[in-house]
């Protein structure tokens, strides 16, 4: 099996800064695309940010310049530094990763359980 657990999320004021985490673990052999994703309430899920393979980043034109997104390979762990927030950015964040448990194997999709963030004041 395999888990993503994230953590780091919160109630913060405007303009102040969050930093999420997201761990992989379990029966993995490698891990593709890792992201995060946020859904705020009457609102579909919406792409925040992602690395796919290498160093390649995506970021969703609202958090462009204040949303930085990093990974360390060796842990399976996926970051998402966040700064310059603003209630807009108030939802549950989920990790989200393209996992592929066993050498020449199909990659899957995970998703984490989300963790909240508020932006209020």
């Known amino acids: 099996q395999v888990q993503l657990v994230e953590s780091g999320g919160g109630l913060v004021q405007p303009g102040g800064s969050l930093r999420l985490s997201c761990v992989a673990s379990?029966?993995?052999?490698?891990?593709?695309?890792m992201g995060w994703y946020r859904q705020a309430p009457g609102k579909a899920r919406e792409l925040v940010a992602r690395?796919?393979?290498?160093?390649?980043?995506n970021y969703a034109d609202s958090v462009k310049g204040r949303f930085t997104i990093s990974r360390d390979n060796a842990k399976n762990t996926v970051y998402l530094q966040m700064s310059s927030l603003n209630p807009e950015d108030t939802a549950i964040y989920y990790c989200?990763?393209?996992?592929?448990?066993?050498?020449?194997?199909?990659?899957?999709?995970?998703w984490g359980q989300g963790t909240q963030v508020t932006v209020s004041s």
């Open positions: 379990g029966n993995i052999f490698s891990v593709n695309h």
């Open positions: 690395v796919i393979s290498g160093d390649n980043r």
């Open positions: 989200h990763a393209i996992i592929q448990r066993v050498s020449d194997g199909p990659t899957f999709q995970y």
